[in-house]
Each structure stands twice: as structure tokens, then as C-alpha cells.
């Protein structure tokens, strides 16, 4: 996925209204109807069509201490309807903080992770641009709520690689490139 910050929401598009619980009026405005049967409960969503068949997205916040786990929301949401999604969608995040914005864009990266990250067939994924809407400078925290959930991603790629792969060399292969990119130096003992 890629990611942008965007300063308006197009509602002919489709788009992910995320709703803390029993706040719908904060999100109305961009509601085709007045009363949907969708409260904000914690890692729900709602799909809706707007007036123009673009869909609408509305994703449960749940309460305020449900904040740690909104990674969990966007990816659930992502991983079960992203098979649905253009090549772009749209999140309204005005009403959220920089660290739910990061969550979020966490949360949508880590629902991109495949096992077989090692087969040598690969299914074919879609490359999806996600738009941030928000009055505020995004670009830092997408980019590191991109490299957070990239990394997530391959370290489970770590993880599920087979014996044959993730060898003694192999291991220490990838931590001289990633010790390279980051500027840090990578001594070898020899036993």
C-alpha cells in the first residue's frame, strides 16, 4: 500500500469513517442516511452506499481505552473487505490523534502480510493508495506507521520462513543490509 495525507474528503469515492462508540453525529455529515444500525462498538464496521454506489466504511473506535488496539480494527476491517477496494480509499482521520492515525496505517499494512513470503509462486496483489483526510501535516507519522507495519510484516515473514531458508548465513546476511540501511555496524564472533 501507499499512503498519502489529503486536506478534503471526495465523497463520490469510497471511503473509511472510523466512530468512537455512540458518536455518530461527529461523522453525519458524511452519512447517507440518518440512523444506520451502527453504534461505534470496538472493531466493528458497517458498509454503506453513498448516493453514488461509492462505499462507506464505518469502523468502530469502541472507547477511549480501546485506543491501544486500533491497529487490530483497521486491520480486521482491511484484511475482509480491502478484496472490495479500487485502486484507492479514503480514511476521514480529523478526528483522530497522531498516534490512532499511526495505529491505523499499522493496522492497514499489517493486513497485507501473506504466508509464503518464500514460495516461488506469489499470488498477485492490488496496490492500494490509502488517502489520509485531515487539516494537519500527516507525511512523518504515515511514513512511520508504513515502515512499522512493513517491518511487522517481515519479521512474521522471518518467522514463518522454513529451516531451509532462514539459516545461520541467511540470518546474518539480513542483519548486515538492515544494520547498513540504519547507519549501525554488525561485528562477527567467531566461536
Known sequence: MTYKHLKTLD???DFILPCRKDNLDAIQQFLPIKNPDF????????????KGGNRIYLIGLG??????QLENTFQKLAFETQKYWDKSIQVF???LNENEIKKAVIGLEMAQYAIGEFKSEKEKTNKTSVAFIST?????????GHYTGETINKIKALVDAPPNI???EFL?????????????QVYRFKT
Open 11 to 13: 465523497t463520490s469515492k
Open 39 to 50: 453504534d461505534g462498538s470496538f472493531s466493528t464496521y458497517q458498509l454503506l452506499y453513498g
Open 63 to 68: 472507547e477511549e481505552k480501546n485506543s491501544a
Open 93 to 95: 482521520a480529523e478526528d
Open 136 to 144: 494537519e501535516p500527516l507525511k512523518k507519522v504515515l511514513e512511520e
Open 166 to 168: 532462514k539459516t545461520p
Open 172 to 184: 546474518e546476511r539480513l542483519g548486515r543490509e538492515i544494520s547498513k540501511k540504519i547507519g549501525l
